[in-house]
């Protein structure tokens, strides 16, 4: 059974950094992809990033330029460096995969950032 922890989130001001960390259990890490998540309230769960098994990368335009995915497969942890940080980066934001052919999901980090 596919595991997905998330952590790293927290309160931080505008214009600041976060660094979110999504680390794997249960699978084969190095030949998967993974995608980062968010949900805003009210709002409908949008992706952020995204990371292939060949380290080749996705970014929303909302966040292009600012955050910024990585994985260290022998850690089998996939990051998120959130800097520049914006008011309507707030979310619930999720580390999500999907390995044959069903959806894994971690329990989400509240990031919250104040103006």
């Known amino acids: 059974q596919v595991q997905l922890v998330e952590s790293g989130g927290g309160l931080v001001q505008a214009g600041g950094s976060l660094r979110l960390s999504c680390v794997a259990s249960?699978?084969?890490?190095?030949?998967?992809?993974y995608t980062w998540y968010r949900q805003a309230p009210g709002k409908q769960r949008e992706q952020v990033a995204y990371?292939?098994?060949?380290?080749?990368?996705l970014y929303a335009d909302s966040v292009k330029g600012r955050f910024t995915i990585s994985r260290n497969n022998a850690k089998n942890t996939v990051f998120l460096q959130m800097n520049s940080l914006l008011p309507e980066d707030t979310a619930v934001y999720y580390c999500?995969?999907?390995?044959?052919?069903?959806?894994?999901w971690g329990q989400g980090t509240q990031v919250t950032v104040s103006s």
């Open positions: 999500y995969t999907n390995q044959g052919w069903r959806d894994y």
């Open positions: 990371i292939g098994a060949g380290g080749g990368t």
């Open positions: 249960g699978t084969t890490f190095s030949v998967n992809a």
